[in-house]
């Protein structure tokens, strides 16, 4: 439960850093930046992979053939 409590923390940081109410370094701000977008980028990836799987088991293919992503 304190794990939580550290992560919620650590969390509320990060956005008073990326809100400008924390003066910090400005790499880190930059480096804050670029993580979220990274993560962003790894979410949409993970949500278009489930929407090619999803296609694949409504059509049939994933049983016959498994998984096959187009990558």
């Known amino acids: ?3 939580l409590v550290w992560l919620i923390d ?3 940081i990060i956005v008073k850093i990326l809100g400008g109410q924390m003066s910090v ?3 880190l ?7 979220l977008l ?5 979410g949409l990836a993970v949500v ?3 929407f090619v799987l999803l296609q694949q088991y409504l059509t049939g293919d994933l049983a016959t053939t498994g998984p096959e992503l187009p990558w």
Do not use: E, T, W, Y
């Not at 701000?29 to 993580?35: C, D, M, P, T, Y």
């Open 38 to 42: 990274c993560v962003l980028a790894a």
């Open 10 to 12: 650590i969390l509320v």
């Open 1 to 3: 439960m304190m794990a």
């Open 29 to 35: 701000r930059f480096g804050l930046r670029l993580a």
């Open 48 to 50: 278009g992979a489930g």
């Open 25 to 27: 370094d400005p790499i």
